[in-house]
């Protein structure tokens, strides 16, 4: 698989649960980072957790990350229908660019 | 709250002509960045820019593409002579570090559509 590949490509659930997103990259990182993208608009930075992290928080939104399995997994509590979107994670390797996977697209059914 | 903006929000040009487009970075952002997105594909680092140069580029920006910062607010990306496969969503991203630990405002994406 390539850089920053997501699983699954689609998630349906409904309004009230949990979803989770799973990202998995084949080299050496120092952070990643997922974004929300809904249908046709620009992306929107969601959260970055560096190499050295494990887990990170921002409101509903929960990241781990595991390096010595190359992959992350990003939460998103209590879910809305708000939150209907696609999910990319995007790695960073110390250079400058982001190398983005193909991406998670979310359902939030009411 | 600050944002990249970008215009236009859809072009169409035939192939072979020269299409500009054009991005306003945050105002105090230093880095600046294109990457594009083919309908249905992931998103594809294009080019970093960096105190007037070119700092990174990927195998996509060939001699066709170029960009400049023409003043103090504007960045562009130029295709002299567009082609099908460029057809895209095209995102202008601005950071106010450089290297990739810090994190890349998008802007909203102008759709080029060649015919």
């Known amino acids: 698989s390539q850089q920053g590949e997501e699983d699954p490509q689609a998630l349906s659930i409904q309004e009230g649960e949990n979803a989770t997103m799973n990202c998995s990259y084949k080299?050496?990182?120092?952070?990643l980072q997922w974004y929300r993208q809904n249908s046709g608009r620009g992306l929107v930075h969601l959260i970055l957790?560096?190499?050295?992290?494990r887990e990170k928080h921002s409101g509903r939104l929960r990241v781990t990350l595991d390096t010595s399995k190359k992959s992350s997994s990003l939460l998103i509590t209590a879910s809305r229908a708000a939150d209907t979107a696609s999910y990319f994670c995007?790695?960073?390797?110390?250079?400058?660019?982001?190398?983005f996977g193909q991406g998670t697209r979310l359902t939030i059914n009411p | 709250e600050p944002e990249v903006t970008q215009t236009p929000s859809h072009q169409v040009t035939q192939m072979g002509q020269e299409v500009i487009l054009r991005c306003v970075p945050i105002?105090?952002?230093?880095?600046f960045y294109w990457y594009r997105q083919i309908l249905g594909q992931k998103v594809e680092f294009l080019v970093s820019?960096?105190?007037?140069?070119?700092?990174?580029k990927s195998e996509i920006f060939d001699d066709q593409f170029s960009v400049e910062r023409p003043d103090g607010s504007n960045f562009t990306l130029k295709i002299r002579s567009t082609k099908l496969e460029d057809s895209a969503m095209y995102f202008c991203?601005?950071?106010?570090?450089?290297?990739?630990?810090?994190?890349?405002?998008f802007g909203p994406g102008t759709r080029l559509t060649v015919l």
């Open positions: 820019f960096y105190n007037n140069e070119i700092s990174e």
């Open positions: 995007a790695t960073g390797s110390g250079v400058q660019k982001l190398v």
């Open positions: 080299t050496s990182i120092n952070n």
């Open positions: 957790i560096r190499s050295n992290e």
């Open positions: 991203a601005s950071s106010a570090q450089g290297g990739s630990y810090n994190e890349q405002f």
């Open positions: 105002s105090n952002h230093l880095y």
